[in-house]
C-alpha cells in the first residue's frame, strides 16, 4: 500500500520533477541517514521519494514510516511493498514504473546524497534535455573503494563517443547518483534483470551503449557507504558465476549489434572481463567446465585493430588450465 499523494502538474515546472526510487532492505542502521539527506535537499522545486519495501526482517520501514510521517515539506514519499523479497534489481524496476517523474535518481538505502545533489544533477537540464546527467562521489564507512574522477564537466552530444567512454572505463558502472530521463530507460527497454548479482553491470552497459546526451559533472552529489558485506565488494563462487552471465550476455549483445566494427575499444574491455572471470574462477575453485567455458569464448570478431594494450590479456587468457593456475595462485594475494 501507498502512502496518499497529491496531484503535481509536472509539466508546468521550469525545472524537471524527479523522483528519487529508494530500495529497502535490512539497513536499520543506515535508512534514518539515508533519508535525512533526501529532506535536507536544497532543490526548490518539488520532487516524489519513492521507498520500495523489499520485505527485510529489521526494523528499516518502522523508521522509515516514522520520519515520514513526522515530515511536513513539499516531498512527496511513497512506500511500495512487495509481496515478498524479490532482491534489488526488482524493487528498482518497481519504482521505474511507479515513477511519475520525468528523470529518476536511484538511491541505495545504505548511501546518502549530499545536499546539494539535486540543484546540481538538475541545473544542466536548462541547458539541454540530457538522457543523463552523471555527478561525482565522495566515500563514506569503512573499507578501501576506488573513486573515479573526472578533471572538469563534461558534454557529450554523440552516442559513440559516449559509449567508447565508458568501455574505456572513464564512467563508473553502478546505478546510483545518475539522474536518468525515465522515458529513455522504459523507450530503450532499459530494465534491471531480476535476480542478478552486480546487475548495475549488465544495466550500465546497455545504459550507456542507448544514450545519446550525456553530462558528467565534477561536483560530488553521492555519498556511498564503502560496507565490507557490501555485494560490490563481495567476491566468492556465487558472485563469479553471475559475472559470467553478464559476460555472456554482454558479448551476445556485442555480436548482436556487431560492435567491434565501430568500436575497436571493445576488444580490451572484454579481455580484461574475459582474464577477471578466469582467475576467479581459480581462486573461488570453480569446476575446471567453467573455466574452460570462458576460455573458449572467442572475443576476435573479423578483422579488426589489436591494440598493444590488449596482446598481454590475450595471450593470458589461451593459457592451458594448469599453467595458468599456477601462475594466478603464486601472484594472488594471500
Known amino acids: 500500500m501507498g502512502l496518499s499523494l497529491k496531484f503535481i502538474n509536472t509539466e508546468r515546472m521550469n525545472t524537471p520533477y524527479i523522483s528519487i526510487i529508494i530500495p529497502v532492505y535490512n539497513v536499520e542502521d543506515f535508512i534514518e541517514a539515508c ?6 535537499q536544497t532543490y526548490k522545486d518539488n520532487f516524489e521519494c519513492i521507498l520500495i519495501d523489499d520485505c527485510g526482517n529489521d526494523n528499516s520501514m518502522e523508521i522509515a514510516k516514522k520520519i515520514i510521517s513526522n515530515y511536513h515539506g513539499n516531498i512527496e514519499f511513497k512506500i511500495i511493498s512487495h509481496c515478498k523479497n524479490s532482491g534489488l534489481s526488482a524493487a528498482r524496476n518497481t519504482g521505474i514504473k511507479n515513477a511519475k517523474g520525468t528523470y529518476i535518481l536511484f538511491l541505495d538505502s545504505d548511501d546518502e546524497l549530499t545536499k546539494t545533489s539535486l540543484e546540481l544533477l538538475a541545473k544542466p537540464l536548462k541547458e539541454e534535455k540530457y538522457d543523463v546527467v552523471v555527478g561525482s562521489y565522495e566515500l563514506i564507512g569503512q573499507g578501501q573503494f576506488e573513486i573515479l574522477k573526472i578533471d572538469n564537466d563534461i558534454k557529450i552530444l554523440n552516442q559513440e563517443e559516449i559509449f567508447k567512454k565508458f568501455i574505456s572505463r572513464k564512467i563508473y558502472e553502478m546505478a546510483w547518483n545518475k539522474l536518468i530521463k525515465r522515458d529513455f530507460l522504459i523507450d530503450n527497454k532499459i530494465w534491471f534483470e531480476d535476480g542478478l548479482l552486480h546487475e548495475d ?8 551503449y542507448y544514450c545519446h546526451k550525456l553530462k558528467l559533472l565534477i561536483a560530488p552529489t553521492y555519498r556511498y557507504r564503502v560496507r565490507e558485506n557490501g555485494i560490490i565488494g563481495q567476491r566468492n563462487a556465487k558472485n563469479i558465476l553471475h559475472l559470467k552471465r553478464i559476460f555472456d550476455d554482454k558479448l551476445k549483445f556485442i555480436k548482436q549489434k556487431i560492435l567491434y566494427k565501430h568500436y575497436p575499444e571493445l576488444t580490451e574491455y572484454m579481455y580484461r572481463q574475459k582474464l577477471a572471470l578466469l582467475k576467479g574462477c581459480i581462486v ?15 572475443l576476435l570478431l573479423g578483422n579488426h585493430h589489436i591494440s598493444i594494450k590488449t596482446i598481454p590479456y590475450l595471450i593470458a587468457s589461451n593459457m592451458p588450465y594448469k599453467l595458468f593456475s599456477v601462475i594466478i595462485k603464486i601472484f594472488s594475494p594471500k
Open 35 to 40: 533519508l535525512n539527506s533526501v529532506i535536507n
Open 201 to 208: 553491470v549488465l544495466w550500465s552497459f546497455y545504459l550507456f
Open 284 to 298: 573461488y575453485n570453480i569446476e575446471k567446465s567453467v573455466f574452460k567455458d570462458v576460455q573458449q569464448q572467442k
